[in-house]
């Protein structure tokens, strides 16, 4: 067996069956362990189909565009967790114990396609850049050209995002940029969606803590707002790598809805030039748009504080 493909460990978890009660099991996220069981001599198959179809991936990847690697990508997967219910240990276990091996082979297949199927390390390591990503890349460098055009032009006013819940809120935006800009540490979808989650939870949390009405209607303006202040880098590129790789979304509605408000976030700013393109001279210059002094309503209680934010 090849243990390049799943190589060693350290420390890894043992396989405990929970006690039988009539809570539902909790999953597990233990990569550690999904290693010790894929190199078990029963799984040797699922190692062989790993090594075959990240040979050919990998040989042929420039012939593939971005839309044909994510079909190539998801069949696989559906084709590996069938055969889950071929080999040992995977045959054995119970449904929380399989999420965690799915899991555990998007982390596996993932961090090993990386730089193969996410267009800004295509370039970043100069390989041939077919023109799907660099699709995937131009939209995101007029994402970033408008971060910097009109960064010290628009004002939150212009989001529809009221000024004092911007000026109270300023611990909390600060950290939804923080968690947002992690996005681009990790290599897994699961990772940067997590990410995402946080980002969101943070803002959500801003509204409650300044007793705003938590919809769509407060949240994806401050979002988009977040976004633009934040100058998240690679964001088209992130979302569309999720939005194509991703094997498991946890949280089901509540992380789909982020996704999609983070979506229209990176839409709404590629499109700034044109949506404000009255404030763009005919030379190319700007006209800046004074915001009003803020007046602080010192009666609403802030806590400043951001929880139930999630570990990777």
């Known amino acids: 067996m090849d243990n390049s493909i799943a190589s060693k460990s350290t420390n890894p978890a043992t396989d405990e ?6 809570t539902p099991p909790k999953r597990i996220n233990n990569f550690d362990l999904f290693l010790l069981q894929v190199r078990s001599p029963p799984a040797d198959p699922i190692i062989r189909y790993i090594r075959s179809f990240l040979s050919k991936f990998t040989s042929s990847h420039q012939t593939y565009n971005t839309e044909d690697q994510a079909r190539l990508v998801q069949n696989f997967k559906l084709f590996i967790f069938e055969r889950f219910n071929e080999y040992e240990p995977f045959c054995r276990m119970k449904e929380d114990q399989l999420w965690n091996s799915r899991v555990g082979m998007e982390k596996l297949l993932m961090t090993r396609l990386y730089s193969y199927v996410y267009s800004p390390e295509l370039l970043n390591l100069k390989r041939t850049v077919n023109a799907s990503h660099q699709q995937d890349l131009d939209i995101d460098s007029q994402i970033f050209a408008n971060y910097i055009t009109f960064q010290d032009v628009l004002t939150p006013s212009d989001f529809e995002v ?13 950290i939804s940029i923080e968690e947002l800009a992690k996005i681009n540490n990790f290599q897994t979808p699961r990772a940067k969606l997590v990410c995402v989650l946080n980002a969101c939870k943070a803002l959500i949390q801003l509204l409650k803590s300044t007793q705003s009405v938590s919809n769509a209607d407060e949240f994806l303006p401050l979002l988009i707002y977040t976004v633009f202040k934040g100058q998240i880098e690679c964001l088209y590129c992130n979302l569309k790598y999720i939005e194509r790789y991703a094997f498991e979304i946890d949280g089901g509605n509540e992380v789909e809805y982020y996704l999609v408000c983070l979506s229209s976030a990176a839409e709404f700013i590629k499109n700034l030039h044109k949506e404000f393109a009255n404030k763009l001279n005919e030379d190319g210059s700007i006209t800046l748009n004074e915001e009003p002094p803020v007046v602080v309503d010192e009666s609403v209680e802030f806590s400043g504080k951001s929880d139930n934010l999630i570990d990777m």
């Open 17 to 22: 069956s929970p006690a039988e009660d009539q």
């Open 162 to 174: 009221d000024p004092q819940l911007v000026s109270l809120g300023d611990n909390f935006m600060k």
